[in-house]
Structures are given as C-alpha cells and as structure tokens.
C-alpha cells in the first residue's frame, strides 16, 4: 500500500501547481495523511489567503469522511442524508469541491485539498494531483 509519505506528498503538489499555472490560478495545495495529518503544504504566488485553511480543510474532509467534497456537497443539501455537517467538526468540513481522498485498493491513504479558484478550477487542479498519486 502506498502511505502518503513526504516525498509522495511533494510530486502530488508539484502535479497541482503544474495544473494550476496551466490554467493561470494561483492555489493553495494540502496533502494530508490517512490519519488527517498534514504532510505537505503549499501556497502559490498570489493565492488567496482564505485559501490557505480552506484547501486543509478540504483535505481534511475527504479523508475523515472518505469522500470527496463535491459528493459532499450533494450529500449535505437540504432534505440530504448529511444535512448540516458543514457545521460539524468546528465547522473544518468543506461542503464544496476541490477535496479529494487518495485510495488505494478501495481504502483512503490521505487526501488532497485545493483552493484558489473557482470549485471547478480547484477540482481540475485535485485531480491532477489525484492522477499523479495513482502514477506512484
């Protein structure tokens, strides 16, 4: 099983900034462990400030909840099974995209988290990290 060690943690953020100049959004980028550690961090030039707790927090939320914050989303919307939890957790739970949980054969490792951007820039620029996991 891979664990999301350091150097792991560095081309995951290295694949994400890749991603993010592409398309010209500055990011902020957390990696965290299966325990919700974080392992690696890393703001760009010019990210938001907000951006920094949000992407942990992203981060956070997928692996605790072993999704990612886009099925959160749907899950949590009124009249949903999961209603509410953004207010959970002293409010660390992300209720938008850009968290995704890193997996492998089926069981969550870690996480990554991305903020910057709009929820889709930040899910473009997670799930070039999320490619560059599987490729380890």
């Known amino acids: 099983m ?4 350091l150097d792991v943690a560095k081309q995951l953020v290295t694949a994400a900034e890749e991603k993010a100049e592409d ?4 990011m902020c980028i957390a990696v ?3 325990g919700a550690n974080l392992v690696a961090f890393h703001r760009m030039d010019d990210a938001l400030l907000a951006s920094v707790s949000i992407s942990q927090n992203k981060a956070y939320s997928s692996v605790t909840l072993k999704l990612d914050t886009e099925t959160v989303w749907e899950v949590s919307q009124p009249g949903e099974s999961l209603y509410g939890i953004g207010d959970t957790n002293d409010g660390r739970i992300i209720t938008f995209g850009g968290g995704i ?9 870690g ?4 903020s910057g951007g709009s929820v889709e820039e930040d899910v473009s620029v997670a799930e070039a990290a999320v ?3 599987e490729s380890v």
């Open 131 to 133: 490619e560059a996991f």
């Open 111 to 114: 996480a990554v988290g991305v």
């Open 32 to 34: 965290m462990d299966e």
């Open 23 to 26: 398309i010209d959004v500055p």
């Open 2 to 5: 891979t664990a999301v060690t």
């Open 101 to 109: 949980p890193l997996e492998v054969d089926g069981n969550v490792v």
